[in-house]
């Protein structure tokens, strides 16, 4: 093995390791042959699951790294814009029950007191009193004009995707445009060297394929970091109970209606539905708890849910059923092995955290590559150090979306909110969060996930109501300024909301503009 890193070998294909692929293709000039290799040899025998269709506005930006064009992208695969999740049912299941987690950050946020005003208005929701984008959602509407450039937005947006088109759709441009080499080859065997690296990968017709460094985007079997190093999965089923998901795609009942412009996530009784619309479909799944339920209930919610929104009868043989493993690895790089993708973890689907978990990897293994086999344990620990910490903020922040919730109809709920069951540092920031608004420095670290506020989002749609703070005399005018001022950045996110619905088109319209007449290139 040579002592510069000259080729990386990623096995296994699928959304993770194509976007791994791209991100280093493109970033190292391949094509051009640049400083790297990059190969991808994935099994013909194996399926990738290709589940996952909804990302985080970080897609855009990764696009946009590998050279895509966004127009040809919605064209190929079947995308949608997303601008947040709606939660129905999360809180107490009552009618009416519903909020909203925006990708757009609250207006005024970190400048005015934005909770302290709106505990003056025990009526209003927390989301749409401090943004705009909810009312922007339920009007419909895009988060574009069609003059906006490719990967542009007048509201920060995500996209609604089908994933296995997504895998086909990079494939083409990594090996037509980036230089990626691809192979198609069973690998029965590894190839270990002298100091317990992994040398190369025994293919059944291309040999020996040997590297530098490995990529392991091999799914939940993990082959190379489980298999080969017996690098151990963390369960964190003890703290989120989902471990089953049945999914289906249900046709539009009319093909040229509304389009959801946000992922619905709907609670039942042991677990929840997602319904993300698509060009052409939507895509609809239960995920929930074995240990709460059977297949055949949670099929059956399913069922109910397409009928009640509007879809047809589902066909029994066309509902897929997907193992989960809520759980992560602390150590996602060892040796010249990384893993990346549902090899590194995988908890749940709820707030599409599995993808940005994948750009934020191939970003990190892009920009800190190491240069030679004698830096890479130290890369190696920083980037194990990033996403043990970036695992564990995920486990957090989904736990909140149930430990908040007061429904009793069922144990799934109940069982959610037993102290044992919350992580000891959710449970700290929960106690401080009664005194305080989640901020910065609850979530110390540059590049968070899910921002300060994100929480503040979930923790107020699902009914957390901090005690009104008293003030000392000598601050009660300055107190009274700051709510006065969060007054006005709520009266602004109004205005903003209303003229932007007037003036922006609806969320088909503007995915046919995109189809038919592209949007504008920079």
Known sequence: MSEAIRDVVILGGGSAGWLVAGVLAADHGTASGGALRVTLVESPDVATIGVGEGTWPTMRDTLRRIGVSESDFFRECDASFKQGSKFIGWRDGSAGDQYHHPFVLPQGYLEADLVGAWLQHPGEAFG????????????????????????????????????????????????????????????????????????????????????????????????????????????????????????????????????????????????WTWDIGLQSRRGVGHVYSSAHTSDDEAAEVLRRHVLATGGAEPDPASMRRIGLRPGYRKRSWHRNCVAIGLSSGFVEPLEASSLVLVELAATML?????????????????????????????????????????????????????????????????????????????????????????????????????????????????????????????????????????????????????????????
């Open 128 to 271: 749409e009193r401090v943004c705009f984008q909810p009312r922007l959602c339920e009007a419909g509407r895009a988060p574009k004009q069609f003059a906006t450039p490719e990967f542009a937005a007048v509201a920060n947006y995500a996209y609604h995707l089908d994933a296995g088109k997504l895998g086909t759709f990079l494939r083409r441009h990594c090996v037509e445009r980036l230089g990626v080499r691809h192979v198609r080859d069973h690998v029965s065997g590894i190839d270990t060297a002298d100091n317990g690296d992994i040398a190369g990968l025994h293919t059944r017709d291309h040999g020996i394929l040997a590297g530098d460094l490995f990529v392991d985007c091999t799914g939940m079997r993990a082959v190379l970091l489980d298999g080969h190093y017996g690098i151990a999965h963390e369960s964190q089923q003890h703290v989120l109970f989902a471990d089953r998901a049945i999914a289906v795609q249900v046709p539009y009942a009319d093909p040229r209606g509304p389009i959801a412009c946000q992922t619905l996530s709907t609670a039942q009784p042991n677990g």
């Open 366 to 522: 892009s920009d800190q590559m190491p240069a030679t086999r004698a830096t890479m344990d130290l890369v190696a620990e920083r980037f194990n150090d990033s996403f043990a910490y970036r695992w564990e903020r995920v486990v957090d922040f989904l736990k909140l979306h149930y430990l908040l919730s007061t429904r009793e109809d069922s144990d799934f709920w109940r069982d959610h909110r037993r102290p044992e069951s919350i992580p000891p540092r959710l449970q700290a920031l929960l106690e401080l969060w009664r005194h305080h608004p989640p901020s910065r420095y609850d979530l110390p670290r540059v590049d968070e996930i899910f921002p300060s506020a994100s929480y503040q989002y979930v923790l107020y749609g699902m009914g957390f109501r901090p005690p009104p703070a008293p003030a000392p005399a000598a601050t009660a005018r300055r107190r009274l300024d700051a709510i006065e001022k969060a007054d006005r950045y709520s009266r602004e996110a109004a205005d903003l909301a209303r003229r932007m619905i007037a003036g922006l088109p609806s969320h088909r319209e503007m995915i046919d503009h995109a189809l038919h007449h592209g949007m504008p290139r920079l």
